[in-house]
Each structure stands twice: as structure tokens, then as C-alpha cells.
């Protein structure tokens, strides 16, 4: 039981554990053998705004809804990647998300939510950490590249240590175990993997400033290869792996470098630094 895993057949079998199996958009991949996209996920609302194109699926918002997939199974540590090509064009108003979310009042979350912008303007991405219902963690930084032109990769990694937000492998948010300091840790509850595209104009863009223009819709974000690398829940509490490992602790000395880079040049917004909201630092930002 647990992690284990073992080849037979030419194709490699799993227990409760879904180690280095790849779930693109249009298939999962384990092994030499493929199965559907909809045994693992399915449109978690508005099944007439989630189209399927080939090996790419897409999620539609116009005046009347948004959409949104979620995955059949929840998982506890381990990297969940997705490529996705953000809404081109005048997009103000418009959220795209990507996200882990446990259920329950006291749930833990990990949030990339991409705000809409008008025309020619850099595209902000907000990151969100909940750990036992708590949030209010925001940081935004705008990307150093156009999102609507071509797919980038989008990451968790989450282990006992840390959680690190990745865009096309750099690190862009780290959140660490700070249990001893009294910063609940999420580290129990398994999370599903979540996407959406909603409206949000009364404050995605310039603060509700700029309205969603239903002119222009629908608004379309594009996904494809989805890859969970992670324990499956429920699982054995042995279930381990390479994220267990010393090397993925803490970031190694070039990936710090590139996290100063982006919280430098492009970090725009750091709760940690807004003494209107937060008269007292939170205790994980000393």
C-alpha cells in the first residue's frame, strides 16, 4: 500500500498513491495506456460554457455565465501543473482561476486567480494561501509576458515544508510551515483541483473601476496538459515521495534568486506590507 507502485503489463499500476501520472486535458496518460479526461474531472458548473477542442479544452464566460472543471479525486502533497492561455484582448472585469481547495469552513486553499485588464495592459496574476479558513494573504505581480499570446505553465508544489507558486518553473510565492510560531499549516486536509472564469468587475480591474464590456464576449481561457503528481486521498499516512525529499525543503539557491527577481521588479501588491489592513504584521511575515 501507500506510494508504491509497480509495472505489470507494460502499464504501471497505482494504489492509493497517483505517482508521475500525467492527466492532460484530452487524456491520462499512465504508463503506454490512456483513459478520458472525464473519468478524473468534470465541469464543475455550466457544462454549455466547457467546449472541447482536440487535446485543448476551454471555459467561456458571457452575460449570462461563467464556467468552471473540477477534479474527481483530492490530494494531499505532492505538484499539480497546468498550461493555460489567458483571455486575449480587452478582458477587463474577467477572472480566471486555478486553484486547490479542501471543503469546509475551516478549509485550506491554494489560489492563482489571473485578473482581466484592458487592452495592451500588463496582466496581473493575485496569489491566496487559506490554511484552516483563514486567508487574507493576497500578493499580485504582474507577469513578464503576454499570457494571451501562447500557453504557460502554472504550478503548486506542496509538502510538509512549504508551498511554492510556480509560473513556467519560476518561483513567484513561497508560503512555509510556521506552525511553530502559531500559523496553522495546511497539511491534512486533502484538496481538490479547481478552474473557473467568472465576472468580477466590481474588482478585478483597477479596483471595480473598469467594467466587464459583454461587447467583446465570450471571454475564453485555454487549457491543456494537466499533470497531478501527488497522493491520492484517501491514502496510507507513509505516502511519500520526491517532495518528501531534503532537496525540496526549502528553495535552492538560483530558484531564491529568481523568487527576489519577481518580488522585485514585478511584485506590485504584499499583504504582508499593507499596515492599513494589518496594524500588526501577520505572524508568518516576520
Known sequence: MGLVGREEGGRIMHWPCVLSSIVMLCSLVVG????????FFYPSWALDHVMYEGELLKLRLDNTSGAGF?????????????????VPGDSAGTVTAFY??????????????FLGNTSGEPYAVQTNVFSKGVGKREQRIFLWFDPTADFHSYSFLWNRQQVVFFVDDVPIRV???????????????????????????????????VKTDWSHAPFVSTYKNFSIDACEY?????????????????????????????????????????????????????
Not at 486547490?100 to 486553499?109: A, K
Not at 479547481?194 to 478585478?204: F, G, K, L, P
Open 32 to 39: 503506454s495506456q490512456c483513459a478520458a479526461f472525464n473519468d
Open 70 to 86: 473540477a477534479s474527481k479525486s483530492t490530494y494531499i502533497f505532492g505538484k499539480v501543473n497546468v498550461q493555460i492561455k489567458l
Open 100 to 113: 486547490m481547495s479542501s471543503q469546509g469552513d475551516q478549509h485550506d486553499e491554494f489560489d492563482f486567480e
Open 175 to 209: 508560503f512555509l510551515n510556521n506552525e511553530k510560531v502559531g500559523v496553522p499549516y495546511p497539511q491534512t486536509q486533502p484538496m481538490g483541483v479547481y478552474s473557473s472564469i467568472w465576472n468580477a468587475d466590481d474588482w478585478a480591474t483597477q479596483g471595480g473601476l
Open 234 to 286: 484517501p491514502s496510507t499516512t507513509s505516502c511519500s515521495s520526491w517532495w518528501d525529499q531534503p532537496a525540496y525543503a526549502s528553495l535552492d539557491a538560483k530558484q531564491r534568486l529568481k523568487l527576489k527577481w519577481v518580488q522585485e521588479k514585478y511584485m506590485t501588491y504584499d499583504y504582508c506590507r499593507d499596515s492599513g489592513r494589518f496594524a500588526t504584521p501577520p505572524a508568518e511575515c516576520a
